[in-house]
């Protein structure tokens, strides 16, 4: 048998060449090989409601879902996501045309972005970003540009702000497409009600396109409050909705996501998505169609557990010398190492493991400008609170 030959010519397509092993990867490996805790990737570690456990055991039992679901989504869940943004927002959606379900937000994202966008087009989202947008955007041939939440103190306290006037500024002549993020990760900003309205007038004015990722949507706190960008004037049809039930339900592993959009933009996404995972988690659409209609009881006990241990954890970091902005929304909370006489976040995250036994991820990562975001790392605190507890009597030990 001959030997494969060698050849020059790299192995990864260009528009993926930036991309390696993520550093969600890198950090968990960290903290598996030290035994730290790991407040790094975002996931719970406890289960969501047992009912709605129960009921995937049942679909399973049932026979329901154990072959391949409708390509869309079954009926029984794309009923209830309709229900749900009827309930929660005045939103009206079709569930026959109008929501899609996908394997998680990440596939909601990816199968918009590659309908939706043509070789060259410009994409504008907010850095620090979720790093599957910059992926997914360069999968799709387009052109990212970020524009920078940039760290505001006020009396207030410390938070992320986004300036609207740099957002108007980046639009060119190449814009297809704004990529929003409300609740942010990994900053936790809320965008505000003329935040928004100033978004979608742009949004109208240069006839965009608009991807809301709003997988945090049930976990706002304090005065914050979600404002779904689809129900502002003129944004209804030109706006593609994402959400999950892996971060409003606490069941990162089944993977189910949904879009919500407009007939010819939930077909444009199908398209994309049909050739991506085709069907996913069919036992699992039962269960979720049953989440979204638990009562608001649910939504509001998990939002005061999720609060309580934001402030839990926000206070031991303020303790152990951070700088903490406290995030109205999502379950991370972003620090500055500098009062700690740091300013590299990698370095401080791939040290942290064996100086305290924490494991954290640097929000470089999550940025083009990655000066910008050189002294900020991220923790997640969707973890038990005794968990919490001893993450923070580790990380005090960094006050001296």
Not at 141 to 165: I, K, Q
Not at 324 to 329: C, E, H, L
Request: charged share 20%; proline share 6%.
């Amino acid at each position: 048998m001959t030997a494969m030959t060698s050849t020059t010519r790299p192995l990864l397509n260009r528009r993926l060449a930036e991309f390696g092993t993520t550093i969600f990867a890198e950090m968990s490996a960290l903290a598996l090989r030290t035994g730290s805790i790991n407040l790094g990737q975002g996931f719970p570690d406890t289960d969501g409601p047992e009912e709605v456990r129960e009921a995937a055991v049942r679909a399973l039992r049932e026979g329901r879902g154990n072959q391949y679901p409708p390509g869309p989504g079954i009926p029984e869940l794309r009923t209830a996501i309709a229900a749900h943004q009827e309930r929660r927002y005045g939103l009206s959606y079709d569930p026959g045309t109008e929501v899609l379900v996908t394997a998680g937000a990440t596939e909601a994202i990816a199968a918009a972005l590659l309908a939706l966008l043509e070789p060259g087009d410009e994409v504008i989202a907010f850095e620090p970003y979720y790093d599957s947008y910059a992926a997914c955007i360069a999968m799709a041939g387009g052109t990212r540009v970020p524009v920078t939440l940039r760290p505001h103190v006020d009396e207030g306290g410390a938070s992320f702000r986004l300036d609207l006037d740099e957002l108007r500024a980046a639009v060119t002549d190449r814009t297809r497409l704004l990529l929003i993020n409300t609740p942010h990760n990994p900053t936790g900003t809320v965008l505000t009600r003329a935040e928004l309205a100033a978004i979608a007038e742009l949004a109208v004015e240069r006839d965009l396109l608009v991807v809301t990722d709003e997988v945090y949507e049930h976990l706002v706190f304090d005065d914050a409050e979600h404002l779904p960008l689809a129900g502002f004037p003129g944004m209804r049809e030109r706006t593609v909705t994402i959400g999950s039930a892996g971060k409003s339900f606490s069941f990162t592993g089944w993977k189910v996501g949904w879009i919500t959009a407009a007939p010819g933009l939930v077909a444009a996404a199908r398209s994309a998505k049909q050739f991506l995972t085709y069907v996913s988690s069919g036992p699992f659409q039962y269960a979720v169609a049953e989440a979204l209609a638990l009562p608001d009881s649910y939504f509001t006990a998990f939002r005061a557990d999720m609060l309580a241990k934001r402030d839990l954890l926000a206070a031991g970091l303020t303790e152990a010398g951070f700088e903490v902005f406290k995030p109205a929304g999502t379950y991370f909370i972003t620090t500055d190492i500098r009062p700690l006489g740091e300013s590299d976040g990698f370095a401080f995250c791939r040290a942290l493991p064996e100086r305290a036994g924490v494991v954290a991820i640097p929000n470089a990562v999550f940025y083009d400008h990655r000066e910008a975001g050189a002294p900020f790392v991220r923790f997640a605190f969707c973890k038990q609170a005794e968990v919490l507890q001893e993450a923070v009597k580790r990380l005090k030990s960094l006050a001296g």
